[in-house]
């Protein structure tokens, strides 16, 4: 009996503590989960999300556009309501007017404002693509601009005043917006005090300018901008546009990156960037189930989430992009460093010696045979495009060019007048992984042809291509054409091991040669073309110095490539690259020529322009070493 109550006893002690113990336990584990959830929560930056909804200013079907882009407007709101995002609704004056005409479209107006998000102003200026019709300067400066840039002037509707007061229509109080300030900040309207398009980067050293289509990283705000512009104080944050798939998953990345600070994010209210702007916002709601981190544009600057950074006045009224001022032209400050400007090194050294970045253009010359003769021309007008305007090229050649070129007189008697003129004479080289391989291998021939099969399993390449020998033999071949021979791009982004020892300057490393030494960054961004410095890094024992280039072989990549361009300065490098083909239906040449002809525009007499040797040796660019791999 005694024994029985003992056990008794026993068991329920022992059943208490294990009830007790998984109490504890769950317990540990629901107190961990919740610290780690608000952790997470708290791990991750703020965000603000801009819709720009655009003016269609005398645009054939304009008053349509709009039409269909407001039913869109009000589907992406829809999305973001149900998130519970706060979106800054920026619009233009076009579209102040179609608002205020009709009851319902205030109403929903109303219903916009209630949800917390925020109504701003947008602007695209008489330097933008589409100008709205406002602008402070006179109506015939403004057409002279437009004319200026090819086009075929928008109708002039007012000064900024009027288009301020369209927009306090939809916005008694309004304060924030992009007012296209980027090139020139006299477009910015006196009540617009928090602007998200001033051009200037949010991190690091104060005063950068970044593009917003082609850095990611534009969106990464670690501090507010703030200078005073007509002795008013404006705060700037940046953002980055996710208008594509690609941009969005870009700016995945670098979110995903921040652990504190403000992400800013900008699309547009036009059908074909709202499949990317909806993959974002899913993005988001993932990281962030309640939204409660993200914030309008004024919520952001009011509520002091970020440190204030003061700019100099200077920085601020330094026109950045288009070489436009009226009020200046033929003196000092127009950009222009005229005959006795340049007469006299001292007499305006602002517009002699500062603005454009040093540039190289380095042409990849393809190894493909039966487009050999073909090539050679597109080849000699790029040369005489370069020779009319001062510029040095960097010829960069596959081996079957040697023979090409050595085997018939005339041709070798051009390429001595390439090397006279100041063109360098470069490698380049296709490895087994290329549709068309050059044969050349860093491989022994069974290990090289093995990879070829490899490489070409899943994707299409030209057959019956034979071993021609290692990268020395490569060499032995190239230095027929250029015995000095030492730059080139030897699809090293790749395989490292394919730089031959003589090469010491390559530019197809990977690697983008500003921010972070070592990360890697593709040749279709155009910021990828941007210097800020050379990277070394040792290879097969040897130090090679990289230079970086983006590549303008396709539609749309020059326009890019001008507008990174117009935010560097003569302490950096712009490299830039193509193909000497210009075939039927592939006319990859006519983009450098586009470009060449821009640079001219910038640069008048080519005094910018160098070979990639040239600015490797000429000490233009610091040199940084490779700490960590950046993918
Ligand atoms: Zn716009
Ligand atoms: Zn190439
Ligand atoms: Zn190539």
Known sequence: MDEQQNNYINNTIKLILIIFGIILVIGVITGTWIYLQKFTISNIPYYFIAIHNEPYHDESGGTEKIEASYLLLKQMIEKADEYNIKLTLMFTAQWADYISESPERVADLESWKKQGHEIAAHHHSIYHGNWDGYTDYTEEEAIAQRIKQGKISEKYLGTLTDYINKLKKINPDIKSGCVNDEHD?????????????????????????????????KGNNEYITVGEYKNIQRKWLAHYQITTDERQNSAQVV?????????????HSIQNQAESYYKFLEFLHSKDLAGEKSRTISEIIESKLLPEKLISEKL???????????????????????????????????????????????????????????????????????????????????????????EDPIRKEELEKWKQKGHEIAAHHHGYGVYVWDGYSYESEADALASREEACKDKPCRENISYNGDMEDYMIKLKQLNLEIKSGCLNEEREKDSLPNAIIYPTCSGFANFGTPGTYSIDLNQEKGRNDFITLETINKIERKWLAHTALLKEGTVQGAKDVFWTMNSQQVYGTASHSVSLPLDKQAEYILEFMDFLHEQDPTGEKSRTVTEIIESNLLPEKEIEIYVK
């Open 255 to 267: 979110f995903s990156s921040m652990n504190s600070g403000v992400y800013g994010a900008v699309t």
């Open 316 to 406: 601020i009224n330094k026109k950045t992009q288009t070489p436009y001022s009226s009020k200046k032209q033929g003196m000092c400050g127009d950009f222009i460093c005229d005959e006795i400007e340049k007469a006299n090194s001292n007499l305006c050294r602002e517009d002699c010696e500062n603005n454009i970045p040093y540039y190289f253009i380095a042409i990849h010359n393809e190894p493909r045979v039966e487009d050999l003769e073909e090539n050679y021309q597109t080849l000699k007008t790029l040369v005489l495009k370069a020779n009319n305007y001062g510029m040095k090229l960097t010829l960069m050649f596959t081996s079957p060019w040697v023979d090409f070129l050595l």
């Open 185 to 217: 900040k006299k477009v910015m309207p006196d009540e617009i005090v928090y602007d998200t398009c001033s051009g200037f980067a949010n991190f690091g050293e104060l005063g950068q300018l970044f593009g917003d289509s082609n850095s990611p990283e």
